[in-house]
């Protein structure tokens, strides 16, 4: 294998500093949650259209019709897991919301165990119990504080089933298309589906300040676009599994900058739960069995 220019895990550091941005710039947009996500949509959309129609408009002929459908019950997942999260935030903390998001992978092993039959294993199960311990703790602490928080907290549980929704229907029809491609459809199916939101929910598509269409641009290009594509640059020399660990880093980013900007404050049941959670999925991500010779073929390439 080729050496990579620079080492992966820089890239994967900005990665997870540009995804920890997203929170912070939903809560910094003055707009409503289905603007934001539809301005967020439709910016990335714009920003990868040009590459899309230069190289690689020819791979629609490869689609099917089963490939449009799931791909349009992916992109109303997509949309409507942000509308969620997005609203979540005006409810909870960023800290709350980010954790409970970050559940994806115990979900998607739900839903691959419910319609494919994947096989349940005790390493399965006990980081199950453990994330979910530490998303009921954050709950309880949340609903201590208010009703609202814990309404807020749900929100984002819901927000985290439907990106796994979005994930589940869309893989099959990734597999045989480009990354570009694959993100055109989706996006572009997220964003009418966004469009009609906004005006059946009577919200507005502006005018806003001019530091609210900053913040739409921005999350099209630092968490859409910029951290996900430096994933996938780095996958070419690194574990799954060290991606799937990265990601999990993105609420303490997160909390971190909600911290210095918003001066929110942690409680104990937040930091003690978010710690509980992440432990978890970390379980659930890592296969201990081959962590090992992954670590050692890693520094091996260096």
């Known amino acids: 294998m080729e050496k990579p220019p620079i080492h992966p895990y820089i890239p994967i550091l900005i990665g997870v500093i540009s995804i920890s941005f997203s929170a912070i710039f939903v809560k910094l947009a003055e707009a409503d949650s289905g603007a934001i996500a539809f301005y967020r949509m439709l910016f990335s959309v714009l920003i990868i259209a040009p590459a899309f129609f230069k190289n690689h408009v020819q791979e629609l002929k490869m689609l ?10 992916s992109g109303i997942f997509l949309a409507f897991h942000f509308i969620l999260w997005f609203e979540s935030l005006q409810y909870t903390s960023v800290a709350s919301s980010t954790v409970l998001v970050t559940m994806q992978p115990l979900f998607a092993f739900i839903g691959t ?8 294993t005790m390493q399965v199960v006990l980081s199950g119990i453990i994330a979910i311990s530490g998303s009921v703790l954050i709950s309880w602490g949340d609903f201590k504080i208010s009703g609202g928080a814990l309404f807020g907290d749900t929100l984002a549980l819901i ?57 739409f641009l921005l999350l099209a290009i630092i968490p859409n676009l910029l951290g996900h594509s430096l994933f996938n640059w780095s996958i070419k020399w690194v574990s799954v599994n060290v991606i799937s660990i990265a990601v999990l880093f993105e609420p303490i980013g997160a909390s971190i900058l909600a911290f210095f900007i918003f001066e929110e404050k942690l409680i104990a049941t937040q930091i003690i739960g978010g710690i509980i959670v992440i432990l978890g999925i970390m379980l659930f991500v890592i296969d201990l069995k081959n962590l090992r010779n992954s670590l050692e073929k890693t520094i091996d390439r260096f």
């Open 64 to 73: 099917y019709q089963r490939d449009w459908l799931f791909s349009i019950i």
């Open 113 to 120: 165990y419910l319609f494919f039959k994947e096989r349940l």
């Open 159 to 215: 927000a985290c089933v439907l990106v796994t929704g979005y994930f589940l229907f869309g893989q099959e029809v990734r597999k045989r298309l480009s990354l570009i491609t694959y993100t055109m459809v989706v996006y572009s199916i997220s964003t009418i589906t966004l469009f009609f939101y906004v005006i059946l929910r009577g919200e507005s598509f502006g005018p806003y300040p001019y530091s609210t269409w900053l913040w």
